[in-house]
């Protein structure tokens, strides 16, 4: 069978390409240790507050001033709290898990996007400059009412 000289170039190619795919994927997973983000990178509800973390209530507590921590509740299909304020200038860190299925928790404009599992508590630590509204969504389809599982950051100038 003959084959134009380009194309076998090409074939070569694109056998050359998955092969050095497959070996950095052997070395990075085999040899370097990289995987993707387990359980054992989550804070556990315990360790995440110093043995205070109270899993079934969501709440917005001021640590500092400037300083704010946010224990929330994710569940079908709603999230809890679903309206924090705060002055501009905050940084606030979210503890945030699942109380039946996956979802996730997505603020936007900002870098705050996680995946929340059942039992495992995800945590994002984000500084809230500008004052205006940042809503946050689930982003993992989580079923018939995933599309209401919102609510809003609220940023208040100083
Ligand atoms: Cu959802």
New binding site residues.
Partial sequence: MHIDKYERNWIRLAGGMLVVFLLALTVSAFFLGIQLPGIADHATPVAAAGGEFDVNRGWVRELAPGRYEVNMRARV?AFEPNEIRIPAGSTVTFYIHSDDII??FKIQDTTVSLMVFPDVTAMATYTFEKPGEYPFV??????AG?HF?SGRIIVEAL
Wanted: hydrophobic share 20%; net charge negative.
């Fill in positions: 299909w979802h996730g689930c982003h993992e389809y989580c079923g995933h599982m």
